[in-house]
């Protein structure tokens, strides 16, 4: 069996990676993947560490997965948003003005 | 499986329950109302009626009658209701400047208050949560609405942008906080303050490295809703960028919120972490955060030659002096920091306002030129945005010099005398880029290529009429509002702990 | 209760004055209201003071104590207050209820800034009181009155602020009870001296910043040549020099270690303000700026008394600061009639007025020789003291002082005389019965600290007794730090263990007789 | 441990994948596939319910969504060419953080949880067993859920069902008409753009 420290390694490596797109990539949409990476590393840590928590005996090991199960609806409400922003934005300008707008520098 | 009896308590969720009520409410009569005024005063009432509960609870901690429910999983202490009231403080303010301005700058869309409504319902969640997910809950539902609010102006490009970093940002925060979660899942086995207190401060806790880990990621994700340097970068943009109303909000609301959340967290969880190995490791990432959030957002104002761009900075320093309250959560912080956030809700939404009396009809134009002998054609105004101006400088009898001293006191207790020197001598810069707005509005001529008449509005001069007051009030007589603060303190703690 | 009457007072009848606009009412309202506060004030010595939670939690109090030293320089403040404001509502033209309103507050500032004994408060009443001299200065000064603003708000504020950090620290460093003064005397002891140097070096900033001491001192000439030319701005701005009071009221006796480590410092720059300025007041032509060089010129003695942390010497630079209230503004005042006269502030420009105006030109004679400590009127006993504790302190100290003594002298006749006496270019009208009634409580004042020095002093000699015992007891217990030599001191603590309590006042009486 | 090293690498080229790829389309693409390792992990995890969602609602609702929304933009990624110090900077912070988590996690020095009894407790992580916290440790929370979705959607439809931009907005329907209909009278004439415009 893969201890959980394993599985919480490799969601920092994937949450790391999140946050270098967040950081390094231009483009509105890109930025916002990259964010649902970090998300989802998050969650893998979370379910990682319920079953830790569980394999020790206590009590709120599933509390760790029914966390995921929220953390999944903050997201799709994020993204309900920010696609909303982006399609406003769309909306309000030519096609071809997308992109220049679409590139946020932070 | 049955819910345990007295679990649910629907009192302490009063205030949350009537804003969103109202939220709701306002959003069916925008379909069939769309006056305006009538719509505002609805919302007025919502927050008067959350108000009215809120200062219930309040008064209720006060005599020792802490309310808790959901398995003290939603906190209704002295802390909770008395941000609580900041946030409708602040909320009001909000609603009272839109009405006034959103018509002349024809961003009259009536969706402006049930949003403004549902945010001042997350900021109430979250400064009253009592588990990370409750906060985190809170944390979107106060932000999503502003993250719209921000990018409303559909034909100016800088709001849009406003918008879209203002989301971008606040959803990399958010994925920051929401792995801090999971690290301090991880390490303390739960959600709620109270479980991983007393996880936290068991004997044989080891896994110190993850705790602090999720310290530092809850701390990073609420840093960038308050502006903490080095998560500081969006927020002269989107202050800016935003609409002047919704700056108003956000400026308030989102950094109360954002900051009563930050001060619970400091003054239970992280507090029963034992020092250990890496022991001092968390408060000493804020100390460095602090101190380079007033040194960043000082100079930075000072730099600015757009008086909204310079405000905006000023907002990012006036994190950096609640951030040492902060470091004083465990002892007096937090009484310290809901007064600072009182009076900063007070002196930043009355500037703003005042702002907007001073921009023109498409919200530009905010050079220092334009304030330009405001002393002399708008009187009352000018002097107004002086008080805010002065208060916001720290120079008393104004609310903002107490706040200061609050948290300057504070910092002294706890040991970090360094970042309040530092704090003072960037109180000296601030006053320069105060000041040069108040010169201007009472030394200088106004020079005739701008337009000089500004604006009337009633709503927004009732709401500069408020914040004038309860500046000088709070500035006189602070213990009206401190008293309430610091007697609620043991409660606060035995909530926590119990 | 009358403690807290005469600080409401003035500050209601500023706000009532905000409203009104009629000319008769303004200057009913101000008359009305200076009298009624100045009658407050005389009311004061032996009133019972107050004492109630302003900020409870946080241990500050809203404490006014009248029969502290500060009861006296209150009284004193507000009998020259009381013409001050009449004449302002004579000779402001433009907005006189404003300028009225803000000289008001400025009153009811500087009251609290004298009865505070609770150090927020005291903080929070000296920040306050600039907000009005600002607003004088901004709103009706002169050309250059935009430079001259912004120097003096960042001279002020830098201090004022440098005193924040101080004012924060000292109850939670030291584990006092509250902010209130018996607190934080009885705790001061817990503070270490290297603590108690910072936290003086904060308290000093500021009041040098207002007392003023030489490097910091620069915002003042420009801030009474740019005042009203009624002089009544640049009256409230003599009132307002008030970090001696600061510096003994609470930064020697509370920190005493500290101030054991600075006053050598404080001291020769103390000695060196004086003789600087009066060396500068004998060269300038332009009257206010020569009255406000021979203010500080007042001001580096008050520093020498204070800071030869000596009993004569820190009663005696007391009595001055009263004293030079009276004075100063009462030069100022006379400076503001010359320029109804005239309209200039050029020396030079007058000549001969004793002929044509000889009311006035007495007057001047009185006020002029009480300024540069004439025996018999208000300076003398005070500048007697303070070089006597400069003395016992340094001699090089007290050499110095002495200079501007009788540079003092020196501009001070040479001022009389380029005003009234000489060829007279064209006459002038005499005292008008206002005037006369604006200069009565001026002149009263000056002869009052003139002839009857000892009941004042007596009080200003109880609370410095103070100072002096936590001074000695400071010495006695700590070694100095290595950084720091302190020879003159403990030469001043040898003399003074030598000198019977009443002996400098005994010796002094002597010399009045 | 071999198939989880291998779905682990898999799962991180599919992140490398959404960091660096130059099309929206394939970085997207990439990341479904990290999605469904995920979704693979949260079995061996016993959470089987979570997996289910996993694909069905993030990988497939959200992702498709995501992936309309590249596609009606039209979305292209221009490379980047300014401030190449600030793309290193995030890839020092990037190895720098990766390598504290992974220190932070191995580094934990509790005991390995026994499988048998984290498999009892969670007992495949069903729907069931979820339900039951949800309704009641986290039933405020599961409340709060319903408010955001309801602000999410508030939100966005305000967003989207706007006026549009002012320049038409500020006009009334009548004042435009009559507007244009001048304007049509006198072609050109300034007074009456301007007085259209009001």
């Known amino acids: 069996m893969v201890p959980t420290e394993a599985y919480v390694a490799l969601s920092g490596v994937l949450f790391s990676i999140g946050a270098v797109g967040v950081l390094t990539r231009r483009s509105a949409i890109m930025i916002f993947l990259s964010v649902e990476l970090m998300l989802n590393a998050a969650n893998l840590a979370l379910v990682a560490y319920a079953y830790h928590w569980a394999g020790t005996g206590a009590l709120t090991g599933i509390s760790g997965q029914t966390a995921v199960f929220i953390i999944l609806s903050v997201a799709a409400a994020e993204v309900a948003i920010g696609l909303g922003i982006l399609v406003a934005i769309f909306r309000n300008r030519a096609s071809t003005d997308v992109n220049a707008l679409a590139e946020v520098r932070l | ?122 900021g109430v969640v979250m400064v009253s949560a009592g588990d990370l997910i409750t906060l985190l809950l809170g944390l979107e539902i106060l932000s999503l609405p502003v993250y719209v609010l921000a990018a409303w102006r559909s034909d100016l490009r800088q709001s849009q942008e406003a918008g879209l970093k203002y989301f971008l940002l606040g959803a990399f925060a958010s994925a920051l906080f929401i792995y801090g979660i999971a690290l301090t899942y991880g390490a303390g086995g739960h959600f709620d303050y109270a479980n991983l207190m007393a996880a936290f401060s068991a004997s044989g806790f080891e896994a110190n490295l993850v705790a602090l880990l999720g310290g530092a990621f809850l701390l990073a994700g609420l840093g960038f809703k308050v502006a903490l340097a080095p998560f500081h970068q969006w927020a002269p943009d989107v202050y800016t960028g935003a609409p002047t109303p919704v700056t108003t909000f956000m400026s308030v609301v989102v950094k109360t919120a954002a900051f009563g959340a930050l001060l619970r967290i400091a003054a239970t969880v992280f507090a029963s972490l034992e020092p250990g190995v890496f022991g001092g490791l968390l408060p000493g990432v804020l100390v460095v955060l602090v101190g380079a959030t007033l040194i960043v957002g000082n100079l930075g104002a000072l730099l600015q030659p757009g008086v909204k761009r310079m405000l905006s900075y000023s907002a990012v320093a006036h994190a950096g002096y609640l951030g040492l309250a902060v470091l004083a959560a465990g002892d007096r912080g937090m009484a310290a920091a809901g007064f600072y956030l009182a009076a900063y809700t007070l002196m930043n939404a009355g500037v703003f306002a005042a702002l907007t009396q001073v921009m023109d009809d498409d919200d530009r134009g905010d050079g220092i030129d334009r304030f330009a002998g405001l002393a002399r054609s708008r009187p009352w105004l000018a002097a107004a945005m002086a008080v805010c101006l002065l208060s916001l400088a720290g120079i008393p009898p104004f609310a903002g010099f107490i706040g200061k001293v609050l948290v300057i006191q504070g910092a002294f207790g706890t040991g970090h005398g360094f970042l309040a020197a530092l704090a003072i001598l960037m109180s000296i810069v601030a006053v320069v880029y105060y000041a040069r707005v108040v010169v201007a509005m009472y030394f200088r001529e106004p020079s005739g290529a701008v337009r000089t008449q500004p604006s009337r509005s009633r709503p927004v001069g009732a709401a500069i009429a408020i914040a004038v007051i309860g500046t000088i009030v709070l500035g006189i007589a602070p213990g009206l509002w401190y008293t309430l603060l610091d007697r609620g303190q043991n409660l606060l703690v035995f909530v926590a702990a119990r | 209760m009358i403690s807290l009457l005469l600080i409401l007072l003035p500050l209601v009848t500023a706000v009532v004055l905000l409203f009104v606009r009629t000319p008769v009412a303004v200057r009913g309202i101000a008359l009305v209201g ?108 002169g050309t250059q009155r935009r ?45 270490d001296v290297l603590t108690q140097t910072w936290l003086f070096a904060g308290f000093a900033l500021a009041f040098a910043v207002k007392l003023p001491l030489f490097p910091v001192h620069h915002w003042l000439v420009d801030f009474h ?63 206010k700026r020569l009255l406000a060089y021979a203010s500080l010129s ?106 501007a003594v009788i540079a003092a002298g020196v501009y001070g006749v040479n001022l009389y005389q380029r005003l009234y006496q000489g060829p007279e270019p064209t006459p002038v009208v005499d005292l ?81 007789r | ?65 995501f992936l309309f929304v590249i596609m009606l933009l039209n979305v292209e990624e221009q490379h980047a060419g300014a401030r190449p110090w600030l793309r290193w900077l995030a890839y020092g912070v990037g190895v720098l953080a990766a390598a504290g988590l992974i220190v932070g996690a191995l580094a934990d020095p509790r005991q390995i949880p026994d499988p048998a009894l984290a498999r009892a407790a969670l007992r495949g992580g069903n729907a069931g067993l979820i339900a039951e916290v949800l309704f009641v440790d986290f039933m405020l929370a599961f409340q709060l859920v319903g408010v955001l979705l309801l602000t999410a959607m508030v939100g966005a439809v305000a967003l989207v069902q706007r006026p549009q931009p002012p320049s038409a907005g500020a006009i009334s329907a009548e004042a435009r008409e009559a507007g244009l209909k001048e304007r049509r009278g006198r072609p050109g004439s300034p007074e009456v753009v301007e007085a259209g415009g009001r």
């Open chain 4, 1 to 65: 441990m071999v198939t989880f090293a291998l779905l682990a690498a898999v799962s991180v080229v599919g992140a490398l994948g959404v960091v660096l790829l130059r099309q929206p389309i394939h970085a997207a693409l990439a990341l479904v596939g990290t999605l469904l390792t995920l979704a693979v992990f949260f079995v061996t995890l016993q959470a089987h319910f979570l997996a289910a969602i996993q694909v069905i609602v993030y990988a497939g609702a959200i992702m498709v969504l």
């Open chain 2, 1 to 122: 499986m049955t819910v345990p009896e007295g679990f649910i308590v629907w009192s302490v969720l009063a205030p949350a329950l009537i804003l969103f009520g109202f939220a709701l409410l306002t959003l069916l009569l925008a379909v069939f109302q769309q006056d305006r005024g009538f719509l505002a005063g609805v919302a007025l009432t919502g927050i008067a009626g959350a108000a009215v509960f809120a200062f219930h609870l309040l008064m209720e901690a006060q005599h020792g009658v802490a309310e808790s429910g959901f398995g003290l999983r939603y906190l209704a202490d002295a802390h909770a209701s008395a941000l609580t009231l900041v946030i409708l403080l602040g909320t009001a303010l909000a609603v009272l400047v839109g009405q006034g301005t959103l018509e002349r700058m024809r961003l009259d869309h009536p969706e402006y208050f049930p949003l403004l409504l549902l945010s001042a319902t997350g």
């Open chain 3, 147 to 191: 430079q001259a603003t912004l120097k003096y708000l960042l001279y002020a504020v830098a201090g004022s602020f440098a005193m924040l950090l101080s004012v924060a620290a000292i109850r939670p460093l030291s584990g006092a009870e509250s902010y209130l003064f018996v607190d934080l005397l009885a705790a001061s002891e817990t503070l």
């Open chain 3, 34 to 141: 200076a009298l009624i506060t100045f009658v407050t004030a005389t009311l004061l010595p032996g009133s019972a003071g107050l004492l109630t939670p302003w900020i409870p939690g946080f241990g500050a109090y809203l404490a006014l104590d009248p029969n502290y030293a500060g009861g006296i320089l209150a009284l004193v403040a507000s009998l020259v207050m009381l013409p001050t404001a009449l004449w302002a509502s004579l000779r402001v033209e433009v907005n006189p209820n404003r300028f009225l309103s803000a000289l008001f507050a400025m009153w009811g500032g500087l009251m609290g800034l004298f009865l505070a004994r609770d150090l927020v408060l005291f903080y929070v009443f000296w920040e306050f009181t600039l907000l009005p001299s600002l607003a004088m200065l901004a709103g009706w000064g």
């Open chain 3, 432 to 512: 008008r019965p206002l005037e006369v009634v604006v200069l009565a409580p001026i002149v009263a004042g000056t002869l009052w600290l003139g002839l009857a020095p000892a009941p004042p002093l007596r009080a200003f000699q109880a609370d410095a007794s103070v100072t002096v015992r936590q001074v000695q007891q400071a010495a006695a217990r700590a070694e100095p730090l290595a950084a720091f030599e302190a020879p003159a001191v403990t030469e001043a603590l040898a003399a003074f263990e030598g000198a019977a309590v009443n002996e400098p006042l005994a010796a002094f009486e002597e010399v009045e």
């Open chain 3, 225 to 287: 040549e740019q005042n009203h030319p009624s002089g009544a701005a640049d009256v409230a701005g003599a009132l307002y020099k008030v970090g001696g009071f600061g510096m003994f009221a609470w930064a020697l006796p509370l920190l005493p270690e500290g101030a054991v480590q600075a006053a050598p410092w404080l001291l020769a720059l103390g000695a060196f303000t004086a003789a600087y300025a009066a060396v500068i007041a004998a060269r300038q032509h332009h009257l």
């Open chain 3, 298 to 403: 007042h001001m580096g003695l008050v520093a020498v008394g204070l800071f030869g942390l000596h009993l004569a010497g820190l009663s005696g630079a007391m009595y001055l600061l009263a004293a030079q209230m009276v004075t100063t503004g009462g030069m100022f005042l006379i400076s503001g009639m010359l320029h109804a006269r005239r309209g200039s502030f050029d020396a030079d420009s007058y000549g001969g007025l004793a002929s044509s105006a000889p009311a006035l030109a007495a007057t001047t004679l009185l006020v002029l020789f009480a300024s540069i400590g004439v025996p018999g009127l208000a300076n003398f006993p005070g500048e007697f003291l303070a070089l006597l504790g400069a003395f016992q302190a340094s001699s090089a100290a007290g050499v110095l002082a002495l200079v």
